[in-house]
């Protein structure tokens, strides 16, 4: 029997004790009525649906027999690769991850049969990856599985939501990405900062 979980109502802030706080955000654009608190909580629910987006993810790649990194690459390739294949610089800028990740990544999918490199014919240094046969087959197998979850992610987003949604992200991406380089500036930044997997 499936035992039911019943939404808990978020407590009524005490005012007195929420304006003695520092604000965790200054930008007044952001803030309610002088208070950070909304913004506080879409931080903590942009963190459980990046949380939740991995979980969804694994399950997802665990159909095809891969880690959801490897997952994610393989999409990538199937998208970016043409008649040709792709690059890992081109893969690196698409996934905006170091060349030398995106290369481990390859190789293990090349060890599992998903994937193939050759040289890249217009730079001899360089390599091409496309899905071999086989890999592309698996994965186009898990096409109805990965599009029934994707319609339960996106149900009652309307488009002009779905449009606001993807210019945020792409602002977003943008501006983790100047925080990061912000944080690694200050007194003490390691350049941990930017070890950011995919």
């Not at 879409?42 to 993810?57: D, K, N, S």
């Not at 091409?128 to 698996?138: D, E, N, S």
Request: proline fraction near 5%; hydrophobic fraction near 45%.
């Amino acid at each position: 029997m499936a035992v039911l979980r019943f939404k808990r109502p978020v407590p009524a802030p005490d005012q007195a004790a929420a304006e003695a706080l520092p604000l965790s955000v200054t930008r007044p654009e952001i803030l309610i009525d002088g208070s950070d608190r909304e913004f506080r909580r879409l931080i903590h629910r942009m963190l459980i649906g990046q949380a939740r987006l991995a979980a969804v993810r694994e399950c997802i790649a665990e159909r095809i027999g891969v880690s959801g990194t490897q997952y994610t690459m393989l999409m990538s390739v199937l998208h970016l690769q043409g008649a040709a294949g792709v690059s890992i610089g081109a893969l690196a800028d698409y996934l905006e991850v170091t060349g030398p990740h995106v290369t481990g990544i390859v190789g293990k999918l090349v060890a599992g049969g998903f994937v193939r490199k050759a040289v890249n014919p217009k730079d001899r240094r360089g390599v091409l990856v496309k899905l071999t046969p086989a890999g592309r087959k698996k994965l186009l197998q898990a096409f109805a599985f990965i599009s029934a979850v994707n319609d339960r992610l996106f149900e009652g987003v309307g488009r002009e939501e779905y449009r606001a949604l993807a210019s945020f992200n792409a602002r977003f991406i943008r501006n983790t990405r100047a925080a990061l380089d912000w944080i690694d500036r200050q007194p003490g930044g390691s350049g941990r900062a930017h070890a950011i997997d995919i």
